[in-house]
C-alpha cells in the first residue's frame, strides 16, 4: 500500500502525503525507543536488540493473534476486491477475518487460511512457548499453500520446482551467492532439500521476521529438523548469531533484495498496538548490515541511519542517511515483458542514486545473463544523481523463462546493488491489427487473449459487436453480445458478428482444455419433496455455464428426495418410474469434441435412456460401476447447446446425484477475424484482417467476486496486467 507520496527535486525529498493505517500509528518517540543501540557493535549490539525487542511485549497466545490479525494483516482500503480481508503471504487470496474461513479442510488454494509458524515450531520441538504464538513470525497463510510447503526450509528453488503457485515455488534449492557478509562472500546450497520459496514481494518480510526472532529469543534452539539449515543454535550462545552461513546468504540476499514495504511499516506499527513490542529490523533495516553483513563489527551510528518510521523513507537497504551514497531506483525485479523466438523486445529503467562521489557501472550475470543485454555499462555522476534511462534488451535465443541479474557498484556504494531481471519467451501468438493502412502486433505468451487498446479503439458505436462468452465489468462470465469485450472465452457462430474471438476451424468453439468442468449439479439448496424449475434454482453454475431444468413426470412425481447415494448433506434427484424424464439444455460446449456425462446413481445401466434431440450430438454406451454412472458426448460441428434428455425405462424410482460435465477432447484452438461493417454515426470502420491461432486460458479462479487468470504459475487480472 502507497500511503506515502514522495516528490524528489534536486535530492531534496519532501514529503507530501503521509496516512498510516488507522489505530496503529508508532508512538512519537521512536527515536529514544531505540537511543539504547546507539555507539553498539557486535555482542553489545545484539544485546542492546534483545532488550529493544522486549520493551512492551505480552504473549497474545495462539487464539489471540486472530484478534491481533485485524489491526496487522488486513488487506487496506486501495486494495480492490480484497479491502478488509485477511492478507495472505504465501500467496494472493483474501479471507473474512470474522468468517468461517480458518482450515479446517482444503482441496486447493484459496480454500481457507493458516496461521503459519513461518518458522516451524517442529524446530524447536514444538513447544507452545511465547514463539509459538509471535505473530511476528505467525501469519496468515493460503492453507493449501502452507500444507504444501510443510516444514521444509525457505530457498531459492533451482527451476520451476515440483508445485508452483503466484511465485511461490517448492523443488530442489539452488546455489545463494551474496557479498560482503560478516564471513565473506558466500556460495552456499540449501543442505536440506526440497525448500520452499515465498513469493518476491515477501522474502525481505519474512527474512525481517526471521531476524527479530532470532534476537528476541536468545536461548532458543530452532535447529531441529531441516531448522539446521539456517539455524545453528540458539542466537546468544552460538556463532553468527545463530545462523549457518547458509542462514546468513539468504536472509541477507531476501532482506537485500525485498526492501522494507509500506505493509511491513502498517504491520510493525499494528503488532505494537496488539503484542506491544517492535521489530527493529523493519524500523532501522541496515541494522542486519551490522550484524551479519558488510558492517559487521562497526558501531551504530543511528543519525547516519535511515528509518523506514520517518517521513522521508524511501525502499532501500536503510544505510543511507546524510552523506552515505545509494542507489534509490530500481529496486525489486524489473519484468521485461513477454516475447516469442526472433523478435527482442525492451525496457527503459530509471536508475538514481543520492551522494554519490562517483559514475556507477552496470553488469549482467547469471545463467541467463546472455539473453539480455544493456544500453550503456557506465553512468556519470551528473546522470545518475539526476536520474538517466538504461534500456534493457531481451533476445531470446530458446523458449522459457529467463532471469538474469543487473548489478549497479561504484559511486563510492558500500555494497554493490543488485536488480533481478525477468523475461519470457514462449510459444506465443502474434495478433495482428491493421486499421487505417497501420499495422500493429502484440504478442502475447500465455494460454489467454486479451483485447489490445488498439482494438477497444476501433470498436465504434454500434458498429462492432462480439457474440460468445466473455467478461462484463465486473469480471462475470456473460453469453451474449457486446461491443467491447473485456476477456473472451471462445465463440460459437460468425454469422453477423463483426469481432469474432475463437472461431473454430472444424470441431466446436476453441474453448476449455482437457478435464475442465463445464458444468456441475449436487440440487445443494433444493428442499425435499421440491423438483427443480426451469432455471434451477441454487444450481451450482461454473463460469461457461447456462443450464436450465426441465423435469417432466412419468408415472408418479419427479421430486428432490433426502441424502442417500453421495452420503453429503444436500439432498438428491429422484427420477419417477414409468418414463420419468429429467432434461438438462443450454450447456456450451466449451470447445469440446467430446464430454464426459458423469453422476451417481442406485440403478444399473439398463434402468437409463439418455438421449440428445440435438443434431450433431451423440450419446456413448452409459456403464455404473460402484453407483458412479458416465457415458461420453460426442459433438460434431459448433453448437451453442444441446439438450440431454435423462429419462427411466425401469419398473422403480431412480435416484440421482452428482451430474457433472467435464471436457473430454477440447476442440481445436482459433482464430480472430474482423469483419469491414460501416460504421452507425459516422465513425470508421476498421480493415477486414485474419491471424495466428491462440490458445484459451488453462484455469481461472474468483477471488471475493473478481475474476482472474491463472498462467503458469502467476496470476493476471483480465486486462493483462500481472498481479502482485
Not at 555507539?39 to 504473549?59: E, I, P
Not at 534500456?391 to 535465443?397: A, E, G, K, M
Not at 561504484?410 to 497501420?438: P, Q, W
Request: one cysteine or more; glycine letters at 10%; a negative charge.
Amino acid at each position: 500500500m502507497k500511503n506515502r507520496i514522495l516528490s524528489l527535486s534536486l535530492l531534496l525529498l519532501v514529503v507530501t502525503s503521509f496516512v498510516l493505517a488507522a489505530d496503529v500509528t508508532p508512538p512519537a518517540n521512536l527515536p529514544a525507543y531505540y537511543a539504547d543501540i546507539d555507539g553498539k557493535s557486535g555482542q553489545s549490539l545484539f544485546s542492546a536488540l534483545t532488550t529493544v525487542t522486549l520493551k512492551g511485549f505480552k504473549t497474545l497466545g495462539y487464539d489471540g493473534a486472530l484478534t491481533a490479525y485485524k489491526k496487522t494483516d488486513l488487506y487496506p482500503a486501495d486494495s480492490v476486491g480484497k479491502e478488509g480481508l485477511l492478507w495472505d503471504m504465501y500467496g494472493a487470496c483474501g479471507f473474512d477475518p470474522d468468517g468461517n474461513k480458518e482450515c479446517g479442510n482444503y482441496k486447493k488454494e484459496c480454500d481457507c487460511y493458516n496461521r503459519e509458524h513461518s518458522i516451524p515450531k517442529s524446530w524447536w520441538g514444538r513447544t507452545k512457548n511465547e514463539t509459538y504464538s509471535d505473530i511476528f513470525h505467525l501469519v496468515p497463510t493460503d492453507g493449501y499453500v502452507n500444507n504444501r510447503r510443510s516444514a521444509y526450509a525457505f530457498g531459492e528453488v533451482d527451476g520451476n520446482g515440483t508445485y508452483s503457485y503466484m511465485g511461490a515455488k517448492l523443488g530442489s534449492p539452488k546455489t545463494l551467492v551474496v557479498e560482503n557478509t560478516m564471513n565473506g562472500n558466500l556460495s552456499k546450497k540449501c543442505p536440506s532439500s526440497p525448500v520452499f520459496e515465498p513469493i518476491d514481494q515477501y522474502k525481505g518480510d519474512f527474512a525481517r521476521g526471521y531476524m527479530g526472532i532470532l534476537v528476541h529469543y536468545t536461548a532458543l534452539d530452532m535447529s531441529k529438523s531441516d531448522g539446521a539449515s539456517i539455524f545453528s543454535g540458539p542466537s546468544g550462545t552460538s556463532s553468527n548469531y545463530g545462523l549457518t552461513d547458509y542462514g546468513i546468504a539468504l536472509l541477507l540476499k531476501w532482506h537485500r533484495m525485498d526492501p522494507v514495504s509500506q505493509k511491513e511499516i502498517d504491520r510493525n506499527n499494528g503488532i505494537q498496538a496488539t503484542q506491544g513490542n517492535r521489530n527493529p529490523f523493519i524500523d532501522y533495516p541496515c541494522l542486519a548490515e551490522y550484524l551479519w553483513g558488510s558492517k559487521a563489527g562497526q558501531k551504530v551510528n543511528l543519525s547516519e541511519l535511515m528509518p523506514s518510521f520517518s517521513t522521508a523513507w524511501i525502499p532501500s537497504d536503510g544505510c543511507t542517511c546524510g552523506t552515505n551514497p545509494a542507489i534509490l531506483m530500481p529496486t525489486g525485479t524489473v519484468d521485461v515483458g513477454d516475447t516469442q523466438l526472433g523478435v527482442a523486445i525492451a525496457k527503459t529503467v530509471t536508475v538514481q542514486g543520492i551522494n554519490l562521489t562517483g559514475g556507477i557501472s552496470f553488469s549482467l550475470s547469471g545463467t541467463n545473463a546472455s539473453v539480455f543485454s544493456l544500453s550503456k555499462t557506465t553512468m556519470t555522476q551528473a546522470e545518475a544523481l539526476a536520474g538517466t534511462a538504461i534500456t534493457i534488451t531481451y533476445n531470446p535465443s530458446a523458449e522459457g523463462l529467463h532471469e538474469a541479474v543487473l548489478t549497479i557498484s561504484g559511486g563510492g556504494l558500500s555494497a554493490v546493488k543488485e536488480i533481478k531481471l525477468i523475461a519470457e519467451c514462449c510459444d506465443s501468438y502474434v495478433i495482428t491489427m491493421i486499421r487505417n493502412g497501420v499495422v500493429t502486433k502484440v504478442t502475447t505468451c500465455g494460454d489467454y487473449l486479451l483485447p489490445t487498446a488498439e482494438e477497444e479503439t476501433a470498436i465504434c458505436e454500434g458498429a462492432w459487436k462480439f457474440k460468445g462468452w466473455y467478461s462484463d465489468d465486473l469480471g462475470t462470465f456473460v453469453e451474449g453480445q457486446t461491443e467491447k469485450p473485456k476477456f473472451v472465452l471462445g465463440v460459437t457462430k460468425a454469422e453477423t458478428v463483426y469481432a469474432v474471438y475463437g472461431k473454430s476451424e472444424g470441431g466446436g468453439a476453441a474453448g476449455a482444455a482437457m478435464g475442465t468442468t463445464l458444468w456441475k449439479e449436487e440440487f445443494t439448496g433444493f428442499v425435499a419433496d421440491d423438483a427443480p424449475e426451469a432455471p434451477g434454482k441454487n444450481a451450482t453454475v461454473y463460469e461457461d455455464a447456462k443450464v436450465l431444468y426441465d423435469c417432466q413426470d412419468g408415472g408418479s412425481s419427479t421430486k428432490i428426495y433426502n441424502e442417500k447415494l453421495a452420503e453429503g448433506v444436500a439432498p438428491e434427484l429422484l427420477i419417477a418410474k414409468s418414463n420419468g424424464t429429467f432434461v438438462i439444455s443450454g450447456i456450451p460446449t466449451g470447445g469440446a469434441t467430446e464430454i464426459t456425462f458423469s453422476f451417481k446413481t442406485n440403478k444399473s445401466a439398463d434402468a437409463f435412456s439418455i438421449v440428445s434431440n440435438t443434431t450433431g450430438v451423440t450419446v456413448g454406451t452409459l456403464t455404473v460401476a460402484s453407483k458412479n454412472a458416465s457415458c461420453t458426448i460426442s459433438i460434431s460441428g459448433e453448437k451453442e447447446t444441446f439438450d440431454l434428455a435423462i429419462t427411466n425405462v425401469s419398473g422403480s424410482n431412480i435416484r440421482v446425484d452428482n451430474f457433472a460435465m467435464t471436457v473430454k477432447t477440447a476442440g481445436t484452438t482459433g482464430v480472430i477475424t474482423y469483419k469491414k461493417q460501416p460504421c452507425e454515426g459516422g465513425g470508421e470502420s476498421p480493415s477486414e484482417v485474419e491471424t495466428t491461432e491462440f490458445k484459451l486460458p488453462t484455469s481461472k479462479v474468483v477471488e471475493n467476486g473478481v475474476l482472474y487468470i491463472l498462467h503458469d504459475g502467476k496470476k493476471y487480472s483480465t486486462q493483462g496486467a500481472l498481479v502482485e
